[in-house]
């Protein structure tokens, strides 16, 4: 096969998961999937070794696909048929929790067994002890929703009757879980029909050879990106603010070793797993480390089975990176985001800059839910955007969600007005509490606020990174913490970190804050033209300026006047 028909073939695998990625966010039935995008797809090989392709979508699941085709194929090897789509969500072999529900649909032309198509999607309401399913409050998985443990949806082409039965009982919003299910198969549809004529047109053989090619040239980019990084020993260390349960802090840690041919993350060490639900299955942690892998040497490089040939990963069984039944992990992304989170704190100094200053790292998960009027159920679910860390030559990104959650969108204010009895009282730039400042300063997270309209809702809510906010680099100071502020009629306002299926009532209000990224170098070498803009731009008040930055600013009929080491600028107010 010449190389241009081998190009050909490989981008038309690609096209073919990029299109069932926007199918399924066009067709879906929950704000989750068509609002913010928290699903991913991608092809595997007839093997189960992993990824071939993948569109852009939620990194933390993209990265644990191939385990959902190893834990298929060890139940089902010598029975997959086609027309057969099996489902699975069983947190600890190959995935997250138990929302997160991996669909696999086996591809054949023919009589022969090409690959696999993944679709993982976030499932609204799957039952469980509270609404929307995952809680901060689990302590085991059998509160956290249905299991569906690589069971087959379709057999040979033909509705499982009484297993799709069995998942809407089990739902509180069984429209909106059946929709998106059936968008979920249906957008896979189209991914196998774009497939089957690349192999109508170019021959098996030709497309097999074409998936083996990707993955051998993933495997060579890779190990060509490993040789630039630094080769040693790097570690960190840091706390997870509590596991939902208790206020006890949770210690993790890991060492990083660099060798020419290996990037291996060790998280021995760690605590072991919690009773709490934020204990990351062991495909969640090693997707992490993917997600980081990818950053610090080629984030433009094709996530496949081969580009993560180098990577290894320890994580002792029964750790909060590696839990056993039936620990929870209805909240997994808390740890997950610290097994990213460590060795990007460990490499960041070491790396030229190809790692910003530690980010605001929690996803701020929401539900915030109820029944409308008419008696139909509806529910936000949602991360929230928050501020990212400096680089070393620039300022942290404002408003961004965190790295785990990748090509999320932040949902739309007027759908969520529209369509539930929800105001969106306030969505801003959280200016009043701050960044992490340095020569370059962190970005902002964000204020947004609901009120509740309806007569009643239910509010569950995750954060991290509240007790111990998140790092500098060289000098630069920490971030600003996550919380929330919940304002009840009659009764004082709490702030909170952690919330399960709190009862609100019409005009409740919930603010949610994200914090701040770190800063990067020492505050005293900031540039004062960047020190007035941010004073301009109301990003941070005089006084504030003054005592950080150590400048003097003087304000006269519009015309700001900043004073540092003798000398003096003028800028205009416009």
């Not at 069995?166 to 929709?179: E, F, W």
């Not at 006890?248 to 919690?274: C, H, L, M, W």
């Amino acid at each position: 096969m010449d190389q241009f028909t081998l190009e050909i073939i490989k981008n038309g695998l690609i096209v073919a998961s990029e299109e069932m990625f926007y199918a399924f966010g066009r067709t879906a039935r929950s704000p989750v999937i068509y609002e913010v995008l928290d699903f991913a797809v991608g092809i595997t090989d007839k093997y189960g070794r992993g990824l071939v392709v993948q569109a852009p979508g939620v990194p933390g699941f993209s990265g644990v696909l191939d385990f959902t085709i190893r834990e298929v194929m060890a139940k089902w090897k010598d029975e997959i048929k086609p027309g057969d789509m099996i489902a699975t969500n069983i947190p600890y072999d190959g995935g997250t929790h138990l929302n997160d529900v991996a669909l696999i649909m086996p591809m054949f032309y023919k009589d022969i067994l090409l690959g696999f198509i993944v679709n993982k999607g976030h499932w609204s309401e799957i039952g469980g002890m509270h609404f929307g399913s995952w809680t901060s409050d689990a302590t085991e998985i059998y509160q956290e929703g249905l299991q569906l443990p690589s069971i087959k949806l379709f057999i040979e082409g033909k509705p499982n009757r009484d297993v799709i039965d069995i998942i809407k009982a089990n739902s509180r919003m069984p429209d909106a879980t059946l929709g998106d299910m059936d968008a979920q198969l249906a957008s896979m549809r189209v991914a196998y029909r774009r497939v089957q004529r690349l192999v109508m047109k170019y021959g098996v053989d030709n497309v097999l050879t074409a998936m083996d090619k990707l993955i051998e040239d993933g495997e060579r980019l890779s190990k060509l990106r490993l040789k630039e990084l630094p080769k040693g020993v790097y570690e960190a260390e840091d706390y997870i603010d509590d596991d939902g349960i208790s206020d006890n802090p949770v210690y993790v840690k890991v060492k990083v070793t660099i060798t020419e041919d290996k990037f291996i993350a060790d998280f021995t060490g760690s605590s072991r797993q919690v009773r709490g639900p934020i204990n990351s299955p062991l495909p969640a942690t090693v997707s992490a480390v993917r997600e980081i892998y990818m950053a610090v040497t080629d984030p433009y490089a094709p996530p496949n089975a081969g580009y993560f040939k180098p990577l290894e990963v320890i994580a002792p069984e029964g750790s909060i990176f590696n839990p056993s039944r039936p620990a929870p992990t209805s909240t997994y992304w808390e740890s997950m985001s610290y097994a990213t989170d460590l060795i990007w704190k460990a490499l960041a100094p070491h790396v030229n800059g190809r790692l910003p200053a530690g980010h605001f790292l929690s996803i701020l998960a929401t539900i915030l839910g109820g029944v409308k009027e008419d008696g139909e159920p509806f529910a936000i679910v949602e991360p929230q955007p928050g501020g990212w860390g400096a680089s070393n030559n620039s300022d942290g990104e404002s408003g961004l969600v965190a790295s785990g959650d990748g090509e999320t969108y932040i949902a739309s204010a007027e759908v969520y007005e529209k369509r539930m009895p929800i105001l969106v009282d306030r969505l801003e730039l959280n200016v009043s509490d701050g960044t992490g400042h340095g020569k370059y300063r962190g970005g902002f997270g964000i204020i947004k606020d609901y009120i509740v309209m309806s007569e009643q809702a239910y509010l569950t809510v995750s954060i991290g990174r509240s007790k111990y906010p998140t790092w500098g680099v060289e000098g630069g100071m920490n971030g600003t913490p996550n919380y929330c502020m919940i304002f009840k009629r009659g009764e004082e306002p709490k702030r909170m970190r952690k919330v399960a299926s709190l009862l609100l009532y019409k005009g409740d209000k919930v603010s949610l804050r994200s914090g701040g990224g770190g800063g990067w170098g020492n505050p005293a070498e900031r540039d004062p033209n960047l020190v007035l803009n941010d004073v301009l731009n109301e990003y941070i008040s005089v006084e504030d300026a003054e005592k950080i930055y150590k400048v003097k600013i003087k304000e006269t009929n519009g015309i700001y006047e900043i004073d540092w080491e003798g000398t003096k600028k003028i800028r205009i107010n416009k």
